[in-house]
Protein backbone atom coordinates (compact mmCIF):
# COMPACT_ATOMS: atom_id res chain seq x y z
CA UNK A 1 0.00 0.00 0.00
CA UNK A 2 2.54 2.65 0.95
CA UNK A 3 4.60 1.61 -1.72
CA UNK A 4 1.89 3.84 -4.01
CA UNK A 5 2.58 6.72 -1.52
CA UNK A 6 3.56 9.08 -4.29
CA UNK A 7 1.21 8.35 -6.71
CA UNK A 8 1.37 11.03 -8.96
CA UNK A 9 -1.54 14.08 -8.46
CA UNK A 10 -4.05 12.53 -11.39
CA UNK A 11 -4.75 14.21 -14.42
CA UNK A 12 -7.96 16.78 -15.63
CA UNK A 13 -6.66 18.31 -18.12
CA UNK A 14 -7.10 16.20 -21.03
CA UNK A 15 -11.34 16.41 -21.28
CA UNK A 16 -11.42 19.56 -20.43
CA UNK A 17 -8.94 21.34 -23.16
CA UNK A 18 -10.62 18.73 -25.66
CA UNK A 19 -14.03 19.40 -25.17
CA UNK A 20 -13.14 23.27 -24.56
CA UNK A 21 -11.23 23.06 -28.22
CA UNK A 22 -13.83 21.19 -30.26
CA UNK A 23 -16.44 23.75 -29.07
CA UNK A 24 -14.19 26.80 -29.92
CA UNK A 25 -13.54 25.38 -33.37
CA UNK A 26 -17.43 24.54 -33.88
CA UNK A 27 -18.17 28.28 -32.46
CA UNK A 28 -15.97 30.16 -34.59
CA UNK A 29 -17.34 27.49 -38.29
CA UNK A 30 -20.73 28.31 -36.94
CA UNK A 31 -19.80 32.17 -36.73
CA UNK A 32 -18.28 32.32 -40.30
CA UNK A 33 -20.96 29.82 -41.57
CA UNK A 34 -23.96 32.32 -40.26
CA UNK A 35 -21.98 35.54 -41.78
CA UNK A 36 -21.36 33.70 -45.42
CA UNK A 37 -24.78 32.34 -45.65
CA UNK A 38 -28.22 34.25 -46.59
CA UNK A 39 -29.84 35.74 -49.65
CA UNK A 40 -26.66 36.64 -51.27
CA UNK A 41 -24.02 34.37 -50.45
CA UNK A 42 -20.56 35.40 -49.75
CA UNK A 43 -17.74 33.10 -49.49
CA UNK A 44 -16.05 32.86 -45.83
CA UNK A 45 -12.77 33.79 -47.17
CA UNK A 46 -14.31 37.33 -48.18
CA UNK A 47 -16.07 36.69 -44.90
CA UNK A 48 -12.16 36.76 -43.20
CA UNK A 49 -10.49 38.78 -45.62
CA UNK A 50 -13.86 41.52 -44.55
CA UNK A 51 -13.38 40.91 -41.18
CA UNK A 52 -9.89 41.64 -41.28
CA UNK A 53 -9.97 44.63 -43.34
CA UNK A 54 -11.91 46.27 -40.67
CA UNK A 55 -9.79 45.50 -37.93
CA UNK A 56 -8.55 48.36 -36.47
CA UNK A 57 -4.07 48.36 -36.33
CA UNK A 58 -4.51 45.42 -39.22
CA UNK A 59 -3.44 46.99 -42.67
CA UNK A 60 -5.12 44.62 -44.42
CA UNK A 61 -6.59 45.27 -48.02
CA UNK A 62 -9.14 42.78 -49.76
CA UNK A 63 -10.69 42.67 -53.03
CA UNK A 64 -14.34 41.73 -52.00
CA UNK A 65 -17.05 44.27 -53.38
CA UNK A 66 -17.90 46.78 -51.40
CA UNK A 67 -21.69 45.82 -51.05
CA UNK A 68 -20.65 42.09 -49.76
CA UNK A 69 -18.19 44.14 -47.30
CA UNK A 70 -21.08 46.20 -46.16
CA UNK A 71 -23.16 42.89 -46.24
CA UNK A 72 -21.18 41.22 -43.89
CA UNK A 73 -19.76 44.01 -41.85
CA UNK A 74 -23.44 45.88 -41.50
CA UNK A 75 -26.00 43.57 -41.67
CA UNK A 76 -24.72 39.98 -40.68
CA UNK A 77 -21.70 39.90 -38.60
CA UNK A 78 -23.49 42.31 -36.09
CA UNK A 79 -26.25 39.72 -35.78
CA UNK A 80 -24.07 36.99 -35.66
CA UNK A 81 -22.02 38.51 -33.08
CA UNK A 82 -25.04 39.47 -31.16
CA UNK A 83 -26.84 36.14 -30.82
CA UNK A 84 -23.67 34.61 -30.09
CA UNK A 85 -23.13 36.78 -27.05
CA UNK A 86 -27.17 36.11 -26.24
CA UNK A 87 -26.32 32.63 -26.82
CA UNK A 88 -23.53 32.42 -24.20
CA UNK A 89 -24.56 34.67 -21.71
CA UNK A 90 -28.47 32.52 -21.57
CA UNK A 91 -26.24 29.62 -21.14
CA UNK A 92 -24.45 31.13 -18.37
CA UNK A 93 -27.14 32.56 -17.21
CA UNK A 94 -28.92 29.08 -17.03
CA UNK A 95 -25.83 27.49 -15.87
CA UNK A 96 -25.23 29.30 -12.58
CA UNK A 97 -28.68 29.38 -11.72
CA UNK A 98 -29.16 25.64 -11.62
CA UNK A 99 -25.65 25.84 -9.48
CA UNK A 100 -26.91 28.30 -7.11
CA UNK A 101 -30.24 26.52 -6.75
CA UNK A 102 -29.10 23.18 -6.78
CA UNK A 103 -32.25 22.17 -9.28
CA UNK A 104 -31.12 21.18 -12.78
CA UNK A 105 -34.83 22.79 -14.13
CA UNK A 106 -33.46 26.11 -13.49
CA UNK A 107 -33.50 28.18 -16.52
CA UNK A 108 -31.75 32.18 -16.88
CA UNK A 109 -35.70 33.56 -17.38
CA UNK A 110 -36.76 31.09 -13.94
CA UNK A 111 -36.48 33.71 -11.34
CA UNK A 112 -38.28 36.16 -13.01
CA UNK A 113 -36.08 38.00 -15.75
CA UNK A 114 -38.54 36.81 -18.58
CA UNK A 115 -41.74 38.22 -16.43
CA UNK A 116 -39.87 41.25 -15.65
CA UNK A 117 -38.14 42.04 -18.99
CA UNK A 118 -41.86 41.18 -20.52
CA UNK A 119 -43.63 43.48 -18.50
CA UNK A 120 -40.56 46.34 -19.04
CA UNK A 121 -40.74 45.62 -22.35
CA UNK A 122 -44.75 45.81 -22.74
CA UNK A 123 -44.79 49.14 -21.05
CA UNK A 124 -42.00 50.90 -23.67
CA UNK A 125 -44.06 49.41 -26.16
CA UNK A 126 -47.53 50.71 -25.18
CA UNK A 127 -46.24 54.07 -24.23
CA UNK A 128 -45.25 54.71 -27.68
CA UNK A 129 -41.61 53.80 -26.95
CA UNK A 130 -41.03 50.52 -29.73
CA UNK A 131 -37.94 51.61 -31.07
CA UNK A 132 -34.66 53.43 -30.10
CA UNK A 133 -33.01 52.74 -26.61
CA UNK A 134 -35.97 53.02 -24.08
CA UNK A 135 -37.28 49.75 -25.34
CA UNK A 136 -34.09 47.62 -24.00
CA UNK A 137 -33.63 49.73 -21.10
CA UNK A 138 -37.00 49.05 -20.13
CA UNK A 139 -37.09 45.19 -20.76
CA UNK A 140 -33.35 45.25 -18.75
CA UNK A 141 -34.69 47.43 -15.84
CA UNK A 142 -38.04 45.67 -15.37
CA UNK A 143 -35.76 41.75 -15.43
CA UNK A 144 -33.27 43.39 -12.91
CA UNK A 145 -36.26 44.64 -10.64
CA UNK A 146 -38.23 41.44 -11.02
CA UNK A 147 -35.23 39.15 -9.82
CA UNK A 148 -34.80 41.79 -6.97
CA UNK A 149 -38.24 41.39 -6.11
CA UNK A 150 -37.83 37.41 -5.93
CA UNK A 151 -34.84 37.69 -4.08
CA UNK A 152 -36.80 40.00 -1.21
CA UNK A 153 -39.51 38.06 -0.80
CA UNK A 154 -37.58 34.51 -0.58
CA UNK A 155 -35.33 36.64 2.07
CA UNK A 156 -37.76 38.10 4.15
CA UNK A 157 -38.67 35.46 6.19
CA UNK A 158 -35.80 35.91 8.23
CA UNK A 159 -32.59 33.42 7.99
CA UNK A 160 -31.04 32.38 4.62
CA UNK A 161 -33.11 31.69 1.96
CA UNK A 162 -33.16 28.19 0.87
CA UNK A 163 -32.90 27.27 -2.91
CA UNK A 164 -36.97 26.57 -3.10
CA UNK A 165 -37.69 29.48 -1.30
CA UNK A 166 -35.84 31.70 -4.04
CA UNK A 167 -37.67 29.42 -6.59
CA UNK A 168 -41.44 29.41 -5.75
CA UNK A 169 -41.12 33.22 -4.69
CA UNK A 170 -39.47 33.27 -8.54
CA UNK A 171 -42.42 31.67 -10.08
CA UNK A 172 -44.70 33.97 -7.88
CA UNK A 173 -43.37 37.31 -8.64
CA UNK A 174 -43.45 35.70 -12.70
CA UNK A 175 -46.66 35.00 -12.47
CA UNK A 176 -47.54 38.26 -11.01
CA UNK A 177 -45.38 39.87 -13.68
CA UNK A 178 -47.09 38.16 -16.09
CA UNK A 179 -50.80 38.85 -15.02
CA UNK A 180 -49.89 42.48 -15.15
CA UNK A 181 -48.21 42.65 -18.64
CA UNK A 182 -50.67 40.24 -20.25
CA UNK A 183 -53.27 43.06 -18.81
CA UNK A 184 -51.58 45.62 -20.62
CA UNK A 185 -51.44 43.87 -23.62
CA UNK A 186 -55.22 43.25 -23.89
CA UNK A 187 -55.47 47.21 -23.24
CA UNK A 188 -53.58 47.56 -26.13
CA UNK A 189 -54.70 44.86 -29.00
CA UNK A 190 -53.30 47.37 -31.78
CA UNK A 191 -49.69 46.76 -30.46
CA UNK A 192 -49.81 43.39 -29.99
CA UNK A 193 -48.35 42.26 -32.61
CA UNK A 194 -45.17 44.42 -31.78
CA UNK A 195 -45.44 42.86 -28.23
CA UNK A 196 -45.15 39.38 -29.32
CA UNK A 197 -42.73 39.35 -31.57
CA UNK A 198 -40.61 40.98 -28.78
CA UNK A 199 -41.52 38.00 -26.69
CA UNK A 200 -40.67 35.60 -29.30
CA UNK A 201 -36.85 36.47 -29.67
CA UNK A 202 -35.30 37.97 -32.87
CA UNK A 203 -31.97 39.29 -33.24
CA UNK A 204 -33.91 40.76 -36.88
CA UNK A 205 -32.76 44.59 -35.85
CA UNK A 206 -29.38 43.92 -34.52
CA UNK A 207 -26.79 46.15 -35.12
CA UNK A 208 -23.29 47.43 -33.82
CA UNK A 209 -24.90 49.11 -31.51
CA UNK A 210 -26.82 46.66 -29.96
CA UNK A 211 -23.78 44.88 -29.47
CA UNK A 212 -21.79 47.63 -28.24
CA UNK A 213 -25.38 48.22 -25.58
CA UNK A 214 -24.70 44.23 -23.42
CA UNK A 215 -21.24 43.96 -24.38
CA UNK A 216 -20.15 45.58 -20.78
CA UNK A 217 -22.88 43.99 -18.93
CA UNK A 218 -22.13 40.36 -20.33
CA UNK A 219 -18.32 40.61 -20.09
CA UNK A 220 -18.47 42.03 -16.29
CA UNK A 221 -21.33 39.19 -15.52
CA UNK A 222 -19.12 36.07 -17.53
CA UNK A 223 -16.33 37.43 -15.40
CA UNK A 224 -17.87 37.42 -12.31
CA UNK A 225 -19.20 33.87 -12.80
CA UNK A 226 -16.59 32.40 -13.78
CA UNK A 227 -14.29 33.68 -11.13
CA UNK A 228 -16.88 31.27 -9.36
CA UNK A 229 -16.99 28.06 -10.92
CA UNK A 230 -15.02 26.59 -8.33
CA UNK A 231 -17.11 28.15 -5.67
CA UNK A 232 -20.31 26.79 -7.50
CA UNK A 233 -18.63 23.29 -7.69
CA UNK A 234 -18.16 23.69 -3.61
CA UNK A 235 -21.92 24.92 -3.44
CA UNK A 236 -22.58 21.50 -4.66
CA UNK A 237 -22.38 20.42 -1.01
CA UNK A 238 -25.40 22.69 0.11
CA UNK A 239 -25.55 25.48 2.41
CA UNK A 240 -24.32 23.64 5.48
CA UNK A 241 -21.16 21.69 4.18
CA UNK A 242 -20.13 24.08 1.93
CA UNK A 243 -19.97 26.47 5.16
CA UNK A 244 -18.13 23.41 6.81
CA UNK A 245 -15.47 24.14 4.24
CA UNK A 246 -14.65 28.02 4.73
CA UNK A 247 -17.51 29.69 2.21
CA UNK A 248 -20.52 31.83 2.98
CA UNK A 249 -23.12 30.29 1.53
CA UNK A 250 -25.27 33.30 1.32
CA UNK A 251 -23.21 35.68 0.11
CA UNK A 252 -21.75 33.45 -2.34
CA UNK A 253 -25.04 32.50 -4.40
CA UNK A 254 -26.10 36.26 -4.04
CA UNK A 255 -23.25 37.51 -5.92
CA UNK A 256 -23.94 34.58 -8.07
CA UNK A 257 -27.46 35.42 -9.00
CA UNK A 258 -26.53 39.11 -8.84
CA UNK A 259 -23.70 38.75 -12.13
CA UNK A 260 -26.12 35.96 -13.76
CA UNK A 261 -29.08 38.20 -13.44
CA UNK A 262 -27.31 41.39 -14.86
CA UNK A 263 -26.15 39.55 -17.87
CA UNK A 264 -29.12 37.72 -18.78
CA UNK A 265 -31.40 40.60 -18.26
CA UNK A 266 -29.11 42.83 -20.94
CA UNK A 267 -28.82 39.79 -23.55
CA UNK A 268 -32.73 39.62 -22.62
CA UNK A 269 -33.25 43.33 -23.62
CA UNK A 270 -31.86 42.85 -27.14
CA UNK A 271 -33.01 39.52 -28.37
CA UNK A 272 -35.98 38.82 -26.41
CA UNK A 273 -37.07 35.94 -24.74
CA UNK A 274 -35.32 32.87 -26.25
CA UNK A 275 -36.01 29.87 -24.67
CA UNK A 276 -34.29 26.33 -24.37
CA UNK A 277 -30.67 27.18 -24.56
CA UNK A 278 -29.93 28.51 -20.97
CA UNK A 279 -31.46 24.88 -19.69
CA UNK A 280 -30.38 22.43 -22.77
CA UNK A 281 -26.82 23.77 -23.56
CA UNK A 282 -25.40 23.53 -19.73
CA UNK A 283 -27.24 19.97 -19.48
CA UNK A 284 -25.98 18.40 -22.86
CA UNK A 285 -22.27 19.98 -21.88
CA UNK A 286 -23.06 17.76 -18.22
CA UNK A 287 -23.61 14.51 -20.06
CA UNK A 288 -21.32 14.39 -22.89
CA UNK A 289 -18.04 16.40 -20.70
CA UNK A 290 -18.25 16.72 -16.70
CA UNK A 291 -20.43 17.93 -14.09
CA UNK A 292 -17.83 19.96 -12.47
CA UNK A 293 -19.05 23.82 -13.43
CA UNK A 294 -14.97 24.14 -13.92
CA UNK A 295 -16.22 22.57 -17.17
CA UNK A 296 -19.46 23.14 -17.49
CA UNK A 297 -19.78 27.01 -17.22
CA UNK A 298 -16.69 27.65 -19.53
CA UNK A 299 -17.99 25.33 -21.97
CA UNK A 300 -21.92 25.95 -21.65
CA UNK A 301 -20.97 29.77 -22.88
CA UNK A 302 -19.27 28.17 -26.25
CA UNK A 303 -21.83 26.33 -27.19
CA UNK A 304 -24.89 28.32 -26.41
CA UNK A 305 -22.98 31.38 -28.51
CA UNK A 306 -22.85 28.50 -31.23
CA UNK A 307 -26.29 27.13 -30.46
CA UNK A 308 -27.81 30.15 -30.75
CA UNK A 309 -25.91 31.69 -33.79
CA UNK A 310 -26.81 28.36 -35.85
CA UNK A 311 -30.68 28.64 -34.64
CA UNK A 312 -30.83 31.97 -36.27
CA UNK A 313 -28.89 31.23 -39.04
CA UNK A 314 -32.10 28.41 -39.53
CA UNK A 315 -34.55 31.01 -38.28
CA UNK A 316 -33.42 33.31 -41.13
CA UNK A 317 -32.44 31.06 -44.16
CA UNK A 318 -35.71 28.35 -43.59
CA UNK A 319 -38.50 30.35 -44.95
CA UNK A 320 -36.84 32.97 -46.57
CA UNK A 321 -37.41 36.25 -47.06
CA UNK A 322 -39.64 35.68 -44.05
CA UNK A 323 -38.01 35.11 -40.36
CA UNK A 324 -38.92 32.36 -37.89
CA UNK A 325 -39.03 33.56 -34.53
CA UNK A 326 -35.24 32.31 -33.00
CA UNK A 327 -37.15 30.96 -29.61
CA UNK A 328 -39.10 28.66 -32.32
CA UNK A 329 -36.62 27.24 -33.70
CA UNK A 330 -34.15 26.29 -30.30
CA UNK A 331 -36.72 24.91 -28.98
CA UNK A 332 -37.48 22.88 -31.83
CA UNK A 333 -34.37 21.87 -33.08
CA UNK A 334 -33.38 21.66 -28.91
CA UNK A 335 -35.55 19.68 -27.61
CA UNK A 336 -34.81 16.14 -29.84
CA UNK A 337 -31.49 17.37 -29.48
CA UNK A 338 -31.19 17.16 -26.24
CA UNK A 339 -33.56 14.01 -25.89
CA UNK A 340 -30.99 12.12 -28.11
CA UNK A 341 -28.05 13.25 -25.62
CA UNK A 342 -29.95 12.08 -22.57
CA UNK A 343 -31.05 8.90 -24.30
CA UNK A 344 -27.08 7.97 -25.20
CA UNK A 345 -25.61 9.03 -21.92
CA UNK A 346 -28.31 7.88 -19.66
CA UNK A 347 -26.71 5.88 -17.40
CA UNK A 348 -24.14 7.66 -16.89
CA UNK A 349 -23.69 7.84 -13.10
CA UNK A 350 -26.70 9.98 -12.17
CA UNK A 351 -25.80 12.77 -13.90
CA UNK A 352 -28.94 14.46 -14.27
CA UNK B 1 -7.20 21.74 22.20
CA UNK B 2 -10.92 22.20 22.07
CA UNK B 3 -12.86 24.31 24.60
CA UNK B 4 -16.40 24.93 24.63
CA UNK B 5 -17.91 27.76 27.50
CA UNK B 6 -21.24 27.74 27.63
CA UNK B 7 -22.34 26.96 24.25
CA UNK B 8 -26.33 27.37 24.05
CA UNK B 9 -28.04 26.03 20.38
CA UNK B 10 -31.63 27.87 20.26
CA UNK B 11 -33.98 26.78 17.78
CA UNK B 12 -36.80 29.37 18.46
CA UNK B 13 -38.24 28.93 21.94
CA UNK B 14 -36.65 25.52 22.15
CA UNK B 15 -33.28 25.22 23.54
CA UNK B 16 -31.41 22.53 21.69
CA UNK B 17 -28.41 22.70 23.72
CA UNK B 18 -28.06 24.37 26.86
CA UNK B 19 -24.87 26.29 28.27
CA UNK B 20 -22.81 23.13 27.50
CA UNK B 21 -18.69 23.49 28.87
CA UNK B 22 -16.50 20.84 27.77
CA UNK B 23 -12.92 20.81 26.76
CA UNK B 24 -10.82 17.88 24.91
CA UNK B 25 -7.28 17.99 24.40
CA UNK B 26 -4.85 17.30 21.53
CA UNK B 27 -5.55 13.84 20.35
CA UNK B 28 -7.89 13.08 22.52
CA UNK B 29 -11.32 11.25 21.24
CA UNK B 30 -14.74 12.90 23.03
CA UNK B 31 -17.90 10.80 22.10
CA UNK B 32 -20.98 12.57 22.39
CA UNK B 33 -24.05 10.00 23.15
CA UNK B 34 -27.61 10.93 24.21
CA UNK B 35 -30.91 9.48 22.82
CA UNK B 36 -32.41 11.24 19.62
CA UNK B 37 -33.16 15.09 19.78
CA UNK B 38 -30.64 15.29 23.02
CA UNK B 39 -28.88 17.88 20.99
CA UNK B 40 -25.97 15.90 19.78
CA UNK B 41 -25.89 17.23 16.39
CA UNK B 42 -26.31 20.95 17.34
CA UNK B 43 -23.48 20.76 19.56
CA UNK B 44 -21.50 19.55 16.83
CA UNK B 45 -22.71 22.31 14.29
CA UNK B 46 -22.57 25.39 16.93
CA UNK B 47 -18.47 24.24 17.09
CA UNK B 48 -18.40 24.01 13.41
CA UNK B 49 -20.15 27.64 13.50
CA UNK B 50 -22.74 25.99 11.46
CA UNK B 51 -25.92 27.31 13.60
CA UNK B 52 -26.29 30.24 15.40
CA UNK B 53 -25.14 30.11 18.99
CA UNK B 54 -24.45 31.75 22.28
CA UNK B 55 -21.24 30.91 24.31
CA UNK B 56 -17.70 30.33 23.07
CA UNK B 57 -15.91 27.92 20.88
CA UNK B 58 -12.22 28.01 21.50
CA UNK B 59 -9.63 26.04 19.57
CA UNK B 60 -6.29 26.20 21.27
CA UNK B 61 -5.68 30.15 21.21
CA UNK B 62 -8.37 30.91 18.95
CA UNK B 63 -12.04 32.06 19.49
CA UNK B 64 -14.39 30.66 16.58
CA UNK B 65 -16.50 33.52 16.41
CA UNK B 66 -13.84 35.97 15.91
CA UNK B 67 -12.67 34.09 12.71
CA UNK B 68 -13.32 33.77 8.72
CA UNK B 69 -14.76 31.37 7.50
CA UNK B 70 -12.13 30.20 5.74
CA UNK B 71 -9.86 30.28 9.12
CA UNK B 72 -12.69 28.81 10.57
CA UNK B 73 -12.39 25.90 8.41
CA UNK B 74 -9.05 25.69 8.70
CA UNK B 75 -9.27 24.99 12.13
CA UNK B 76 -12.17 22.52 12.27
CA UNK B 77 -13.76 19.63 9.70
CA UNK B 78 -16.80 18.90 10.00
CA UNK B 79 -18.53 15.12 8.61
CA UNK B 80 -22.47 15.27 8.29
CA UNK B 81 -24.52 12.62 9.44
CA UNK B 82 -25.75 12.38 5.44
CA UNK B 83 -23.34 14.13 3.32
CA UNK B 84 -24.26 15.38 0.10
CA UNK B 85 -22.80 13.40 -2.77
CA UNK B 86 -22.95 15.15 -6.06
CA UNK B 87 -24.03 13.51 -9.15
CA UNK B 88 -21.19 12.87 -11.13
CA UNK B 89 -18.59 13.96 -9.02
CA UNK B 90 -15.59 11.81 -8.89
CA UNK B 91 -13.52 10.64 -5.50
CA UNK B 92 -10.57 12.65 -6.38
CA UNK B 93 -12.58 15.63 -7.07
CA UNK B 94 -14.72 15.45 -4.34
CA UNK B 95 -11.51 15.21 -2.00
CA UNK B 96 -10.53 18.21 -3.64
CA UNK B 97 -12.94 20.29 -2.02
CA UNK B 98 -11.88 19.57 1.51
CA UNK B 99 -8.78 21.60 -0.10
CA UNK B 100 -11.41 24.58 -0.10
CA UNK B 101 -9.92 26.49 2.77
CA UNK B 102 -6.06 26.89 1.44
CA UNK B 103 -7.61 28.27 -1.65
CA UNK B 104 -8.20 31.73 -2.90
CA UNK B 105 -11.72 32.62 -3.28
CA UNK B 106 -11.31 33.21 -6.81
CA UNK B 107 -8.46 30.19 -7.15
CA UNK B 108 -8.26 26.99 -8.05
CA UNK B 109 -6.02 23.72 -6.87
CA UNK B 110 -2.40 24.14 -7.06
CA UNK B 111 -0.41 21.26 -7.52
CA UNK B 112 -0.18 21.27 -3.48
CA UNK B 113 -3.65 20.51 -3.17
CA UNK B 114 -3.86 17.63 -5.84
CA UNK B 115 -0.77 16.03 -3.92
CA UNK B 116 -2.04 16.55 -0.37
CA UNK B 117 -5.65 14.76 -1.80
CA UNK B 118 -3.51 12.27 -3.23
CA UNK B 119 -1.96 11.49 -0.15
CA UNK B 120 -4.97 11.18 2.02
CA UNK B 121 -6.95 9.25 -0.28
CA UNK B 122 -3.53 6.79 -0.37
CA UNK B 123 -3.51 6.73 3.01
CA UNK B 124 -7.12 5.53 3.46
CA UNK B 125 -6.54 3.24 0.83
CA UNK B 126 -8.55 4.77 -1.74
CA UNK B 127 -6.26 5.37 -4.25
CA UNK B 128 -7.54 2.87 -6.66
CA UNK B 129 -11.40 4.68 -6.54
CA UNK B 130 -9.43 7.89 -7.34
CA UNK B 131 -11.42 7.91 -10.67
CA UNK B 132 -14.99 6.35 -9.71
CA UNK B 133 -17.77 8.26 -9.33
CA UNK B 134 -19.63 8.45 -6.04
CA UNK B 135 -23.08 7.18 -7.30
CA UNK B 136 -20.64 4.30 -7.66
CA UNK B 137 -19.39 3.87 -4.36
CA UNK B 138 -20.41 1.41 -1.09
CA UNK B 139 -21.38 2.96 1.81
CA UNK B 140 -18.06 1.81 3.81
CA UNK B 141 -16.48 3.44 1.02
CA UNK B 142 -18.57 6.71 1.30
CA UNK B 143 -17.27 7.00 4.76
CA UNK B 144 -14.44 6.78 3.75
CA UNK B 145 -14.45 9.54 1.18
CA UNK B 146 -16.24 11.81 3.55
CA UNK B 147 -13.36 11.22 5.79
CA UNK B 148 -10.87 11.44 3.03
CA UNK B 149 -12.42 15.26 2.04
CA UNK B 150 -12.65 16.32 6.03
CA UNK B 151 -8.93 14.99 6.21
CA UNK B 152 -7.72 17.16 3.17
CA UNK B 153 -8.87 20.15 5.23
CA UNK B 154 -5.68 19.33 7.77
CA UNK B 155 -7.98 20.92 10.37
CA UNK B 156 -6.73 19.92 14.07
CA UNK B 157 -10.65 18.97 15.05
CA UNK B 158 -12.27 16.34 13.72
CA UNK B 159 -16.51 16.37 14.04
CA UNK B 160 -17.93 13.38 13.13
CA UNK B 161 -21.88 13.38 13.78
CA UNK B 162 -23.02 9.76 13.51
CA UNK B 163 -19.64 8.61 11.29
CA UNK B 164 -21.08 5.00 11.26
CA UNK B 165 -25.20 5.10 11.42
CA UNK B 166 -25.33 3.76 7.27
CA UNK B 167 -22.86 1.31 8.24
CA UNK B 168 -23.05 -2.92 8.61
CA UNK B 169 -21.46 -4.43 12.02
CA UNK B 170 -17.94 -4.86 10.66
CA UNK B 171 -17.45 -0.98 8.15
CA UNK B 172 -18.27 0.09 11.90
CA UNK B 173 -15.31 -1.10 13.44
CA UNK B 174 -13.56 -0.60 10.40
CA UNK B 175 -14.39 3.12 9.96
CA UNK B 176 -13.76 3.76 13.73
CA UNK B 177 -10.18 2.00 13.68
CA UNK B 178 -9.18 4.16 10.67
CA UNK B 179 -10.40 7.34 12.77
CA UNK B 180 -8.39 5.87 16.07
CA UNK B 181 -5.59 5.75 13.72
CA UNK B 182 -5.67 8.57 12.25
CA UNK B 183 -6.20 10.86 15.18
CA UNK B 184 -3.04 9.16 16.51
CA UNK B 185 -0.95 9.97 13.20
CA UNK B 186 -1.74 13.49 13.73
CA UNK B 187 -2.69 14.17 17.12
CA UNK B 188 -6.45 15.27 15.80
CA UNK B 189 -9.08 16.02 18.21
CA UNK B 190 -12.26 14.34 17.48
CA UNK B 191 -15.71 15.06 18.54
CA UNK B 192 -18.08 12.52 17.52
CA UNK B 193 -21.84 11.95 18.20
CA UNK B 194 -22.24 8.32 18.45
CA UNK B 195 -25.33 5.83 18.37
CA UNK B 196 -23.50 2.64 19.03
CA UNK B 197 -22.56 3.10 22.97
CA UNK B 198 -20.70 -0.20 23.21
CA UNK B 199 -18.42 0.90 20.18
CA UNK B 200 -18.39 4.35 21.45
CA UNK B 201 -17.19 2.78 25.13
CA UNK B 202 -14.65 0.83 22.70
CA UNK B 203 -13.17 4.17 21.05
CA UNK B 204 -13.63 7.35 22.45
CA UNK B 205 -11.02 8.23 25.68
CA UNK B 206 -14.00 10.22 27.30
CA UNK B 207 -18.09 10.14 26.96
CA UNK B 208 -20.47 13.11 26.84
CA UNK B 209 -23.83 12.22 27.68
CA UNK B 210 -26.48 14.85 27.03
CA UNK B 211 -29.81 14.68 27.51
CA UNK B 212 -32.45 17.83 26.46
CA UNK B 213 -29.64 19.26 25.62
CA UNK B 214 -27.68 19.33 29.19
CA UNK B 215 -24.38 17.68 29.94
CA UNK B 216 -25.73 14.92 31.96
CA UNK B 217 -22.39 12.97 32.94
CA UNK B 218 -19.07 13.47 31.61
CA UNK B 219 -15.54 11.46 31.74
CA UNK B 220 -13.87 8.09 31.29
CA UNK B 221 -16.97 5.41 29.99
CA UNK B 222 -17.02 3.55 32.28
CA UNK B 223 -17.84 6.35 34.94
CA UNK B 224 -20.16 7.42 32.46
CA UNK B 225 -22.64 4.34 31.00
CA UNK B 226 -24.70 3.70 34.02
CA UNK B 227 -27.31 1.39 33.67
CA UNK B 228 -29.71 3.89 35.82
CA UNK B 229 -28.61 7.39 34.30
CA UNK B 230 -28.83 5.73 30.87
CA UNK B 231 -32.19 3.78 31.27
CA UNK B 232 -33.35 7.38 32.49
CA UNK B 233 -31.78 9.33 29.40
CA UNK B 234 -32.82 6.90 26.73
CA UNK B 235 -36.14 6.05 28.03
CA UNK B 236 -35.78 1.79 28.09
CA UNK B 237 -34.29 -0.63 30.35
CA UNK B 238 -30.31 -0.20 29.46
CA UNK B 239 -27.87 -3.08 30.93
CA UNK B 240 -24.32 -2.40 30.78
CA UNK B 241 -22.42 -5.60 30.99
CA UNK B 242 -18.62 -6.71 31.48
CA UNK B 243 -17.03 -8.74 29.04
CA UNK B 244 -14.32 -11.18 29.54
CA UNK B 245 -11.68 -8.68 28.18
CA UNK B 246 -12.71 -5.76 30.29
CA UNK B 247 -14.87 -4.06 27.33
CA UNK B 248 -18.09 -2.33 28.39
CA UNK B 249 -21.09 -3.54 26.45
CA UNK B 250 -24.26 -1.45 26.35
CA UNK B 251 -27.32 -3.76 25.98
CA UNK B 252 -31.10 -2.58 25.53
CA UNK B 253 -33.59 -4.86 27.47
CA UNK B 254 -37.29 -5.68 26.21
CA UNK B 255 -39.13 -3.94 29.12
CA UNK B 256 -42.71 -5.54 28.89
CA UNK B 257 -43.85 -9.00 27.52
CA UNK B 258 -41.02 -11.25 29.12
CA UNK B 259 -41.66 -14.80 29.93
CA UNK B 260 -41.47 -15.72 33.77
CA UNK B 261 -39.21 -14.68 36.40
Redesign the interface.
Known amino acids: MSARAKSPPPRRGPTRIRVGGISTVVLVGAMLLATAVGPVNISVGDVVGTILAHLPFLDFHTATSPVDQAIVWQLRLPRVVLAALVGAMLAAGGTSYQGVLRNSLADPFLLGVAAGAGLGATVAIVTGHGGGIVLPASAFVGAVLAVGLTYLVATSGGGPASGYAILLAGVAIAAMLTAVQTYLQQRHTEEIRQIYNWILGSFSVASWSDVRLVLPYVVVSAVVLLAHRRVLDVLRLGGEESGALGIHPERSRLIIVAAATLGTAAAVSVSGLIGFVGIIVPHAVRLAASTSYRVVLPVSMVCGAAFLVLADLVARTIQAPTELPVGVVTAVTGAPFFLLVLRSRRTRHGVL | MLTLDRVTVRYGASVAVDAVSESAAAGEWVGVIGANGAGKSSLL?AV???VPHEGVVGIGSETMSRL???????L???V?QQ??L????SV??YTL??R??H?G????ES?HD??R???VL?RI?L?PL??R?L??LSGGEVQRVVLARALA?EAPVLLLDEPTSALDLGRRVDALELVDELRRERALTVLSAMHDLTLAAQFADRLVLLADGRVIASGPPADVLDEEVLSACFGGRVRVLTDDDGQLLVVPQRSRGRIGC
Open positions: KAHLSPRRRARVAYPPEPAGMLDLGTPIYFGVMRESAEDGATDYSTQ
